[in-house]
C-alpha cells in the first residue's frame, strides 16, 4: 500500500497510458487468487465437518460414485478452469508486454546512463540532468539505457514501467505521460552499499514550460553537434567518409547507415542500431564488413559512456535527406532509417565506427 495526501492506496498514482492496463491485469490477478484462496479454505473445513470421524451407525451409506461418472467430470472441470484463466492471465500479460516493449517511432528520445549510485540524463537537444528527468506532458518518451558499472534498473511506479540497465549493452524503456507533476524513480536493482539512495524524480511538465526549460540548457550544442566534435577529435574522418556517395575512406561510408542492413564477413548481416555501432568502437573487430580489412583500432577505455552516446547520435544524424538537421554541421543529415541504402553506404566495419552524438 502507498501512503498519499488523501490517505492511503492500494495502488501508487497512476500518470501514464500504460499504467491502467497493468492495473487491470493485477488486479484481475489478485481477485482471482483471493476467489479461489475463500473457496479452497471454505471447502476444506466443510469437508472436514461433513467427512469427521462418526460412529458406525451414523456413517452414510456407500455410493458408487465411478458408476454415476461424478469423478470424472469433477476432474475435467477443475482441470478446464484453470486452465482457461491460466491463458487469459498469459494472453493477457503477453499484450501488454509487447506493447511495453515497441516504443512508437515517433517518440522522443532521451538517454539514461546508470552509475553507483546515479542517473544521468541526455536530452537530444544538449540539456543534461542527474537524478532528474524533464519531460512533456502527453508524448511518448523513448529511453534508450545503458549502465558503466553494474546492473541498474530504471523503475518509475507511477508509470508502471521498469527494465533492467545493463553494462556493456543499450536497452529502452518508454511510456506516455498523461498528468503534470512529480515522480519518484527508483533503482529496482539491488547494486551495491547505497542502493536505496540511487533515486530520482521525473517533471513531467506543460509542453510551454518543457520548452522554456529546454531553451535555458546547457549551451554546449545538440549531443549530435558534442558527437560531430568528438568524431573530428577522435580523427574518426581520416578514414570513414560521412557524406553521400563518398565511397573513398579506407572504411565504411558512415552516412545513412543507422537502421539499415550490414553485411559481415562470415556472419550473419546484422542491423545497424545503436548496440551494433557501440560494439564496433569498442570491438571493432567482433563484425568486419564484406568488403574491409581489419584496420580499426579500439577505442575502449579512451571515451565515456556519455561519449559513445553522442557518436551514436551523430552516426545517426547522417542520413539519406537532403535538410541539414539542427545542431548537425554539413554533411551530418539526419536520417529516417527506412529509404533504401546503397551496399556501399551499408557496409559498416565494427573498425568502422567512430564516436557518435545524440540528436
Request: glycine share 8%; net charge negative.
Amino acid at each position: 500500500m502507498f501512503f498519499t495526501p488523501k490517505g492511503l492506496s492500494f495502488f501508487p498514482e497512476s500518470a501514464s497510458t500504460i499504467a491502467s492496463h497493468v492495473d487491470a491485469l493485477y488486479a484481475f490477478l489478485v481477485l482471482t487468487s483471493a476467489f479461489f484462496s475463500l473457496l479452497i479454505a471454505f471447502l476444506v473445513v466443510f469437508f472436514a465437518i461433513k467427512y469427521r470421524k462418526r460412529e458406525a451407525p451414523q456413517l452414510p451409506p456407500d455410493t458408487n460414485i465411478a458408476g454415476h461418472g461424478g469423478g470424472l467430470i469433477l476432474e475435467i472441470v477443475w482441470t478446464v478452469i484453470p486452465l482457461g484463466l491460466s491463458m487469459i492471465m498469459f494472453v493477457w500479460g503477453a499484450s501488454i508486454f509487447f506493447t511495453e516493449s515497441r516504443p512508437p517511432a515517433d517518440s522522443m528520445e532521451i538517454y539514461v546512463t546508470g552509475k553507483q549510485w546515479m542517473w544521468k540524463i541526455q536530452h537530444m537537444e544538449g540539456a543534461r540532468e542527474i537524478n532528474e528527468l524533464h519531460i512533456p506532458v502527453n508524448r511518448d518518451i523513448r529511453l534508450t539505457m545503458t549502465s558503466e558499472d553494474v546492473i541498474h534498473d530504471f523503475f518509475v511506479p507511477a508509470f508502471r514501467t521498469k527494465a533492467d540497465v545493463l553494462p556493456g549493452k543499450y536497452t529502452t524503456e518508454w511510456f506516455r505521460p498523461t498528468k503534470v507533476g512529480q515522480y519518484h524513480i527508483f533503482c529496482a536493482e539491488y547494486c551495491g552499499t547505497k542502493h536505496s539512495g540511487m533515486i530520482g524524480t521525473v517533471f513531467v511538465m506543460d509542453q510551454n514550460d518543457y520548452d522554456a526549460w529546454l531553451a535555458a540548457g546547457s549551451g554546449e550544442g545538440s549531443m549530435a553537434e558534442q558527437g560531430q566534435a568528438l568524431f573530428n577529435q577522435l580523427g574518426c574522418g581520416n578514414c570513414h567518409p560521412s557524406v553521400v556517395n563518398n565511397n573513398n575512406g579506407r572504411c565504411p561510408n558512415l552516412h545513412g547507415l543507422f537502421g539499415t542492413t550490414v553485411d559481415i564477413k562470415d556472419q550473419p548481416s546484422v542491423r545497424a542500431d545503436e548496440s551494433y555501432i557501440r560494439e564496433s568502437i569498442l570491438y571493432p573487430d567482433a563484425k568486419i564488413v564484406a568488403g574491409y580489412e581489419n584496420i580499426m583500432p579500439t577505442f575502449k577505455g579512451l571515451i565515456s559512456e556519455e561519449g559513445l552516446l553522442k557518436l551514436v547520435e551523430y552516426i545517426k544524424s547522417l542520413g539519406p535527406t537532403s535538410g541539414t538537421p539542427t545542431g548537425a554541421a554539413p554533411g551530418a543529415v539526419q536520417t529516417t532509417g527506412s529509404e533504401p541504402q546503397t551496399p556501399q553506404q551499408r557496409r559498416m566495419s565494427p573498425q568502422a565506427v567512430q564516436p557518435p552524438t545524440a540528436r
